[in-house]
Each structure stands twice: as C-alpha cells, then as structure tokens.
C-alpha cells in the first residue's frame, strides 16, 4: 500500500483560500488515479476531485470553478487548491490513492491518509 500523509488544513473565513497537500511514499505514485474525499460530521464520504496519471481531471458538482487538483509526480505530492470556500465545504479532506471506476462510479483505493481538518467559518 502507499503511504499517505495530508497537510494544508485550517481555519478560514468565507472567501478564503486553502491548499492542501498529501504527500505520497512509494514509486508508484505516476501510475495511480490519486483523489480527495471529504466527509463532513453527520454526512457520508464524497469524492471532491480526482487526477488521473494521464492528466485527466474530475471534480464533483458542489466544487467545480473552485478548486483544482494537481499533482507533482516528481515529488510523489497531490494538491488540493481551494478557493471562494464555502461554510459548506467543512469537512475531514483525505487522500485516497488508487481509485477505480465501474461504470459511472468511482470507489476509493485502499490507502488513505490521515486526514486534515478544514472549517469555514463566519
């Protein structure tokens, strides 16, 4: 399994920009979709953004013009740049190596990190 390790996570007011990043162990990194989900308390786990080895990008609908993910695979690191945050947008971000798609639906691979916190407050 790849070893995740999350960071860039705050406190943010509205309006405000956060990026974060998940750093990845392994040389595998170049061959796997690597992906955001986020789960905010009392909610299920949803996927935010994904980046696939071939530069194809998917964001989820609650998200799009607002946040980009992107990834460095010389340094085995993906980025989640958020911008325009939104109350809503609170939540647990983790970075999940490895999903897959079937059919319509995309499934989480089965390395996670640890998680960071994002809050957006007023």
């Known amino acids: 399994q790849v070893q995740l390790v999350e960071s860039g996570g705050g406190l943010v007011q509205p309006g405000g920009s956060l990026r974060l990043s998940c750093s990845a162990s392994?040389?595998?990194?170049?061959?796997?979709?690597m992906c955001w989900y986020r789960q905010a308390p009392g909610k299920e786990r949803e996927l935010v953004a994904l980046?696939?080895?071939?530069?194809?990008?998917n964001y989820d609908d609650s998200v799009k013009g607002r946040c980009t993910i992107s990834r460095d695979n010389d340094k085995n690191t993906v980025y989640l740049e958020m911008n325009s945050l939104k109350p809503e947008d609170t939540a647990v971000y983790s970075c999940?190596?490895?999903?897959?798609?079937?059919?319509?639906?995309?499934?989480?691979?089965?390395?996670w990190g640890q998680g960071t916190q994002v809050t957006v407050y007023s």
């Open positions: 980046s696939t080895p071939f530069g194809t990008t």
């Open positions: 392994g040389s595998i990194f170049s061959f796997n979709n």
């Open positions: 999940n190596a490895g999903p897959r798609r079937y059919g319509t639906t995309w499934y989480p691979g089965d390395s």
